[in-house]
Each structure stands twice: as C-alpha cells, then as structure tokens.
C-alpha cells in the first residue's frame, strides 16, 4: 500500500488527511497519486504544492513505490 | 542534538542552561513569537499545524547541516504546535559553539531553514475570521 496524507489547506479542500492507495502496477509519480486522490479538484489547489516522501522533501515528478508514504501540502511556514 | 516538539510552553533560558556544553564560549538563543498583528488586523492567536514525524526529521537535518556548517559544539530546538495565543512563545533555537561569530551564522541558518523547510502551517486567527499564513518553498526545490 501506498499512504497519502494532506495537510493545512490541501486537507481542508480535500476533505482528507490519510489514504491508503493500492500501488498501480506501472511506474507511478506523486502527481499520479494526487490525481487519484484530488480528482478533478486538483485545479482547487493553492500553487505551488509541496510533496514529500518517507518525510523528505520531494517533487511531483518524484517516483512512488509500494510501502511508501507520500504528503501533499501548501509551503510551509515554520518558526 | 535535542529536538522537542510539544504543544506546553518552555522556558527559555532554563531549557539553555539544563545544557552543560563543553569547550563553548558562545551561546546565541532565538526566540520566536506570535506577533498581535498582521496587515492592519489583529491576531489573536495561531493554531499551528504540522507533520510529526517529517519535522522531527527535518529539524534534526536542519540541526545537522548547521552544526557541521558553523562548528556547532550543540544545538538545541524546541518548536511548539496547536494553538497558540499572541505573544506566546513559538520556537527556541539555541546554539554553543567555541566563539560568537559561529553561534551568530549557526543560529540564524537555523532559523532561516525552519521558515522554507520545516513542514509547520500557521493559521491566524483573528477576530475578522482565521486566515493562513503564506509559506515559503525550500530553494532547492524552486
């Protein structure tokens, strides 16, 4: 299984903070994922959205794979 | 390296000084809080969101990075989450190194990286309504 959570805004227009995802059985990529996950509100969401895999950084075009945990979120504002 | 996140409040100067650091001439602490204002209105409070486990992580390679980078002989961070009322304390950042030039550079590295990279989201709110805060992209990432 492939774990997608969302967070601050992408999670309040999604509706959702924790998916789990069958892994297809081609090459995936984050943007894959939240394709399935936001559908058609994907254009809802706030500009640039941030991606991270296994909690590291990463980018849309980043390669998901089976057993990883995959978060969508707005930049972040720490401090 | 001590990392912290917790929702109760810290004491700043207690926390630096539960610390015996060895060989340190230099201690520099920053101390971030929530500001009573922001664009002509007035901020109640925040409540502030983050990811557990991916800021554990990324503050411990933010501590990291600038401990090698400046010769940090220590490093503390305690950064706190929920919500939080105006001029509470956010954030505590505190450096030892052997002089000040280093503690200086290393602390305010930290504090820069916390504001691009640590995956915490603010939302302010105030008595027009709860509005969050803009974010910013770590560099590397454009």
Known sequence: MITVRCFAQIREILGCDTRELLPAHTPQCAADLLKVIAGARTADLPKPLLVAINCEHASLTSPVKDGDEVAFFPPVSGG | ????????????????????????????????????????????????????????????????????????????IIHRYGR?????????????????AEAFAGCQTIVDALKTRAPFWKKEISPEGAVWVPGQTPQDLG
């Open chain 2, 1 to 76: 390296m001590i990392v912290r996140l917790q929702a109760e409040d810290f004491e700043p100067e207690r926390e630096a000084q539960a610390l015996d650091v060895r060989g340190a001439g230099a201690r520099v602490s920053f101390v971030g809080i929530v500001r009573d204002a922001a664009e002509n209105r007035r901020i109640e409070a925040l409540d502030i969101e983050h990811y557990p486990e991916m800021t554990r992580a990324e503050l411990t390679r933010i501590g990291a990075a600038a401990q090698a980078r400046h010769h940090l002989l220590e490093v503390l």
């Open chain 2, 84 to 100: 939080l009322l105006c001029h509470e304390r956010i954030v505590l950042v505190t450096v030892w190194s052997a002089h000040r």
